[in-house]
């Protein structure tokens, strides 16, 4: 009897030498719809059956094929062997695939996004393991060949078989409901945690050089890392890419909030109503750095140059190997600095062919392009044996208090948004010096509030001895992610020259340090949220 094969494949890869095989061993290739083309103009006899791509009620002979794998049982009696042909090899992928919630309709269209028969065909052939092949990588299509060829695929390679497929299923069932539950439903935490994430690459290595890593995608087109394209550099490791989206964290939130119109509801220290309007950051530039997942410093420029340099002036020392962000694109000027330094990537919109040319003088440097921003999913981290999933914490502000009599000024409250958009991505506890909108003083990712802000005050005292920034002090902002208590280190400020300050409020020392700013001129405003981040 001649044995039969059903080959139906989105993924062409090495097809054609499995296809060739199996044709020369005396095989049946049962095929259908661009599979069957792709072997027809390869020249591969095949046998076209279009049950496989018609609709749901032209089932006769697909469920012939379905019950055909269900009943081959070598060494039974069970069923009629003229009657029935059994399928010793099926060879299907399909790509999980999230899509628009409006493509899920239930009709007879075939191109229905829900694929009822070719995930049923898979099932059927992994519960029947023991007698039939199921293949659903290409990767594998050598080793079965190879033990086709000695006459008989051992029992331990067709279950690992079976257990990619069901795999592959399962991820195509998760990838159909995350379509329907993300985009319909608006459902941000479904019962079952499941969204289809496909292997994209080995890196590296991970957090250290004995660690093996892995990067996957969720292969949404919406996300950031199917926007993002290496132009040039080594073999990615762990620390690239985690620095690299965290910077790009911080570009996203620019462009979506603090470059377009932005308001939030306010109250005066006596309880008046108003509105605070903060002005559109249309014509600035935002050039940071980050290094072991937090920012080094961050600066708004007019054009990519100048916010490099104000960025880099913050902190020079905290340089060395770090990654760099831009949101607009870098151009020659811009990578002539950048290449001085000894910086480990960049990552920004776009490069000019001139900056291009530039980087490629040092092929250690990794450059990437980032066409997509980063979107509003959930976050999620592992614990062992299980997962936390979180909304992004991308509220800036709910309502501001200003609690003194001085209210900060329109260029203060600028600078306190743009103190906070690095503050929302700097690890907890953090304080955050703004001066000429540039950031001069960044602690974070201290167990310590009141030593968050001592370090913040050092760092910003040297960068103010050392003459490396702007003389205008009138947009000097302290920004806390949490509560500040008011004791000696807080009484510091007002000799730094702090004029404005923007924290959670909350204290048992409030009173005071409202007090303590009313004597001094500083205008403080309290938030009513916390922005911790671990």
């Known amino acids: 009897m001649k044995k039969q094969a059903i080959l139906l494949v989105e993924n062409t890869d090495n097809l054609f030498v499995l296809a060739q095989f199996l044709v020369h061993d005396g095989w049946e290739i049962i095929s259908a719809g661009n599979t069957a083309s792709f072997l027809k103009n390869s020249n591969i006899p095949v046998t076209i059956d279009k049950s496989f791509t018609t609709g749901i009620n032209s089932n006769t002979n697909y469920l012939k094929y379905v019950y055909n794998i269900i009943k081959n049982f070598k060494n039974t009696n069970s069923f009629n062997q003229e009657e029935i042909t059994p399928i010793d090899l099926v060879c299907i992928n399909i790509n999980p695939t999230v899509y628009n919630v409006k493509d899920f309709s239930e009709t007879e269209n075939p191109d229905n996004s829900i694929d009822i028969k070719t995930v049923s065909l898979i099932r059927v052939a992994a519960k029947n393991y023991s007698n039939v092949v199921i293949l659903t990588d290409p990767n594998d299509y050598e080793e079965t060949i190879n033990q086709l060829k000695v006459g ?14 069901l795999n592959l299923t399962s991820a195509y069932d998760a990838a159909a409901g995350a379509s329907i539950l993300y985009q319909g439903a608006q459902i941000e935490f479904p019962n079952w945690f499941l969204i289809p994430y496909q292997h994209l690459a080995k890196i590296k290595q991970g957090d250290n050089a004995q660690q093996q890593c892995h990067l996957y995608s969720m292969g949404e087109s919406k996300c950031a890392l199917n926007g993002v394209k290496k132009l040039q550099g ?33 109250t005066d220290c006596n309880g008046y109503p108003f509105t605070t309007q903060f002005t559109p950051q249309t014509g600035s530039v935002l050039f940071l750095g980050v290094k ?11 054009n990519a140059t100048e916010a490099f340099w104000k960025a880099y002036n ?6 060395e190997k770090a990654i760099l962000a831009c949101s607009s694109v870098i151009d020659e000027n811009t990578a002539a600095e950048i290449i001085k330094l000894n910086i480990k990537a960049i990552v920004a919109p776009d490069y000019t062919k001139e900056a291009k040319e530039v980087l490629s003088q040092n092929h250690g440097i990794y450059v990437f392009m980032a066409s997509k921003l980063i979107s509003d999913y959930p976050e999620f981290m592992s614990i062992d044996g299980g997962l936390i999933s979180k909304q992004r914490d991308l509220n800036f502000f709910r309502k501001l208090n200003v609690v003194t009599q001085t209210r900060p000024t329109q260029i203060q409250m600028d600078a306190m948004l743009m103190g906070m958009l690095i503050s929302l991505f700097a690890k907890s506890d953090s304080s955050i010096i703004v001066n000429d909108f540039t950031t001069i003083g960044v602690s974070c990712a ?10 913040a005050m050092e760092n910003a005292k040297q960068i103010f001895d050392n003459h490396l920034t702007s003389n205008d002090r009138s947009a000097e902002i302290l920004v806390s992610d949490s509560v500040i208590h008011f004791d000696e280190r807080a009484r510091m400020l007002a000799d730094l020259g702090v004029k404005a300050i923007i924290q959670t409020g909350g204290d048992a020392t409030d009173g005071e340090f409202i007090d303590f700013c009313n004597e001094h001129g500083i205008s403080m405003v309290f938030t009513g949220i916390k922005h911790l981040a671990f």
């Open 446 to 455: 201290q167990v310590n509030k009141a030593r968050s802000l001592q370090y």
């Open 234 to 266: 080594p073999e990615i490791d762990y620390e690239v890419i985690l620095n690299c989206f965290t910077s790009w964290k911080i570009i996203t939130q620019f462009i979506k909030v603090v470059k377009e119109p932005f308001s939030v509801q306010s």
């Open 314 to 319: 913050a902190d020079q020392s905290s340089y």
């Open 152 to 165: 008989e695929v051992v029992p331990e390679y067709r279950l690992y078989l079976a257990g990619k497929a």
């Open 292 to 302: 072991n997942n937090n920012p080094i410093s961050a600066a708004f420029g007019s």
